[in-house]
């Protein structure tokens, strides 16, 4: 995935699912802010982002999203929301790989989700989108539902505390063929358990709450399982 030309204001995209009953999503809603250092094509941004937003509805989570863009003469991102939203507000950061590898040496690394202290909730996370995109077309893969996946991965980290991993899904901390497949299948998803899970945890932010009692986040990465 390469860097396109970047886009100079930010971009309001709220995306509301239907299931496949025809019903509503369930009443809990919470907003991603997108900030994209790495300068992805707006339409793609949107498809991978509406792909994560239909992978949350699933678990029963409404989103919106709010895209801000790096501008390189300026010095942050202009008229995008800094991060004092409220626990209901996640800010996920797509890097480049100059800013990823500051952040993980390991190439192997797709993402990682930030800790904080015992008890919060934790709403910073970040994506590298250019490793997401040598993963996906070594084999050809599906780069925009990779990175769509990548996001609801470290989304994920966010909203379920401590070790979120699982064997499989789309929690899984090693993802190889089968996570690719599965993604382009629309099916890498979150288990019955991981959604009702996140729909605690979002009740919770939305009651005012910002902590949870006895609760420890950690932080979290994903990375290719290139034998599977």
Not at 54 to 77: M, S, V, Y
Not at 166 to 174: F, H, K, L, N, Y
Request: charged letters at 20%; proline letters at 4%.
């Amino acid at each position: 995935m390469r860097p396109r030309q970047l886009l100079k204001t930010c971009l309001l995209l709220t995306v509301a699912w239907s299931s496949a009953s025809g019903q509503p999503a369930a009443n809990l809603e919470m907003t991603i802010h997108v900030h994209d250092y790495a300068g992805i094509d707006p339409g793609e941004l949107a498809e991978a982002e509406a792909f994560a937003a239909r992978i949350l509805h699933k678990a029963g989570l409404r989103t919106q999203w709010n895209n801000c863009r790096f501008r390189p003469a300026a010095t942050a991102l202009r008229g995008c929301a800094a991060a004092t939203g409220g626990v209901t507000h996640l800010y996920i950061r797509l890097l480049a790989e100059p800013m990823a590898g500051k952040l993980a040496a390991s190439t192997t690394i797709l993402g990682m989700s930030l800790p904080t202290s015992r008890g919060t909730f934790p709403v910073d996370a970040y994506v590298f989108a250019e490793r997401v995109g040598v993963f996906a077309e070594q084999d050809r893969g599906p780069v925009l539902r990779l990175l769509g996946a990548a996001i609801t991965h470290e989304v994920g980290h966010l909203l379920l505390a401590g070790n979120a991993h699982s064997v499989t899904g789309i929690m899984s901390a090693q993802w190889g063929p089968k996570e690719k497949k599965d993604a382009l299948m629309g099916v890498l998803t979150f288990s019955r358990r991981q959604s009702e899970q996140i729909r605690a945890d979002v009740r919770q932010r939305m009651s005012g709450s910002n902590q949870r009692t006895h609760i420890a986040y950690d932080e979290r990465g994903i990375e290719p399982n290139r034998g599977r």
